[in-house]
């Protein structure tokens, strides 16, 4: 059975992705406590027993199991595998970091030694990184094949995870240790309570979040008329000069020259960026 997102509509896949994001966003939160909750949410909603977030060390040629969620004792946090004898070996070595294994055995993997040591004939994962360099991956799995192959929007939704996973562990300024992700909270920023609500408000209208994009892309320099044009099928201009454009500058996320018809990236428009960018990962549709 594949994710629920599959068949939902769009607007109930921008509830959702809300849900699960102001879950992953959370402040005064460890990254480990949140991973723990995410793979006990998802792993039921992509049908797979397995999930976990390793950590990889090339060198050394050793995969670290930071944190895990499983059925068995086959493989538990702290758990570390020659890099040799896991599917992530593949996943680190694809262009775009990003592996899918519906059917091992019909895809050839009868005979490698990942799938001898783990048995898992369904596997998606994606990279993580720090600084841009490879940190390790976050992967589902299980042991049977499911009964739908792993779908685009499935693949879409992890990377969107992978993507948040980088983002928090880019908080811990130190070294990879096997204690990273524990430590991560030391220099993390999380949001606040009310500036996490500011931000799904911000996000929850779809002018606004062609704004934000807008900004995202050119956060030096917006026409209030382009504005106009890419939001003119969604409500009046009224809307977008007397409710969206205030909302956005009170939270301040972007400063408006009325005179000019211009508006900028606002102070606190970094807040906002990073699920900005982890939403625009997702579909064409929030990208206008």
């Not at 809307?239 to 000019?260: F, I, K, S, T, V």
């Amino acid at each position: 059975m594949s994710h629920t997102i599959c068949e939902a509509a769009e607007r109930e896949k921008l509830s959702y992705l809300q849900r699960r994001f102001a879950e992953l966003m959370e402040p005064n939160v460890d990254i480990g406590s949140k991973l723990t909750r995410l793979f006990q949410a998802e792993t039921e909603e992509f049908d797979l027993d397995y999930a976990f977030f390793s950590r990889i060390d090339e060198a050394e040629g050793r995969e670290h199991f930071e944190v895990v969620h499983a059925p068995d004792g086959q493989m538990e946090s702290g758990d570390t595998e020659q890099l040799s004898r896991t599917y992530c070996r593949k996943t680190i070595a694809e262009p775009d970091g990003t592996m899918v294994v519906s059917d091992a055995f019909a895809e050839g993997w009868e005979d490698d030694p990942a799938y001898d040591r783990w048995g898992f004939d369904t596997y998606v994962g994606t990279t993580v990184t720090v600084e841009d360099e490879l940190y390790g991956t976050l992967c589902f799995a299980d042991t049977d094949c499911r009964e739908d192959p792993i779908a685009d929007t499935e693949v879409t939704l992890l990377e969107m995870f992978g993507a948040w996973a980088t983002y928090e562990m880019n908080q811990w300024s130190g070294p990879p240790t096997q204690n990273t992700v524990s430590r991560a909270l030391e220099a993390q920023k999380s949001p606040t309570s009310s500036e996490l609500d500011n931000m799904m408000d911000a996000l929850g209208k779809r002018p606004r979040r062609v704004i934000l994009l807008e900004l995202l892309d050119e956060p030096g320099d917006v026409r209030v008329e382009r504005l106009e044009q890419r939001t003119t099928l969604d409500e009046p201009h009224t809307q977008l000069h007397h409710a969206h454009l205030p909302m956005l500058e009170r939270a301040g996320y972007l400063a408006w020259d009325r005179e000019r018809g211009r508006v900028t990236a606002g102070p606190d428009f970094e807040k906002v960026e990073p699920m900005l960018r982890i939403l625009k990962h997702y579909t064409n549709e929030f990208s206008g």
